[in-house]
Structures are given as C-alpha cells and as structure tokens.
C-alpha cells in the first residue's frame, strides 16, 4: 500500500524555523511532482511549493523566499525549509505526491501535521 507519511510540525515562536518532511513508502514506480499544501481553519487548501521532476520548484507568492523546498529522489522524499515564520503561516501542512505505482499515475495525500506559529 503506498503512503506518505510526514513529520516535523509543531509550535514554534514567530520568525522562526521548521522543516517539513515527507516519505513515500510502498509500490512506487516513478514520482513526477511532490510538494506541500496547506490547510488553515475556515480557508481553503492552497498550495506551499511543489517540485517537479525532482528540479522544477514553484511557491505559492506568500512564500516570498521564506521557504525552501528540496528532494531526496532516492528516498522517495520531500523537505520543506521554513523561516521567518509567521502567526498566518499556522495551519495544517498536507504533503502530496503524483505517483505511478502499480496503479496509473495518482495523486496521493499524507495524513498532515500541525505547524502553530505563535509567542
């Protein structure tokens, strides 16, 4: 059974720093994108960064270079880098990847972990 599975949320002062990171586990043929989304109490998800091919990365435009977002191809996983946090970047944080594994190419979701900016 494929699975993402994310780590590294968790509260932290404002203008400060966490990283993110994702594992895919299971039947995986190829991966093509992996990224991050985020999720805040009565918002809709929106995208973090996602990176694609392994060398293509794209930011949502709140990110305004706060965030780095890096592979690990051989492990199947992504690393997301965040400084400078904000009390407004507090929210679910929801790993996705596009995958072909024994199925055709999918999109799967991790579990999501908390990140809580505040003093």
């Known amino acids: 059974q494929v699975q993402l599975v994310e780590s590294g949320g968790g509260l932290v002062q404002p203008g400060g720093s966490l990283t993110l990171s994702c594992a895919a586990s299971?039947?995986?043929?190829?991966?093509?994108?992996m990224g991050w989304y985020r999720q805040a109490p009565g918002k809709q998800r929106e995208l973090v960064a996602v990176?694609?091919?392994?060398?293509?990365?794209n930011y949502g435009d709140f990110v305004k270079g706060r965030f780095t977002i890096s592979r690990d191809i051989a492990k199947n996983a992504v690393y997301l880098q965040m400084n400078s946090l904000k009390p407004e970047d507090t929210a679910v944080y929801y790993c996705?990847?596009?995958?072909?594994?024994?199925?055709?190419?999918?999109?799967?979701w991790g579990q999501g972990t908390q990140v809580t900016v505040s003093s």
């Open positions: 299971g039947s995986i043929f190829s991966i093509y994108a």
């Open positions: 990176i694609i091919n392994g060398v293509n990365a």
């Open positions: 996705n990847a596009h995958m072909m594994t024994d199925q055709p190419i999918q999109s799967y």
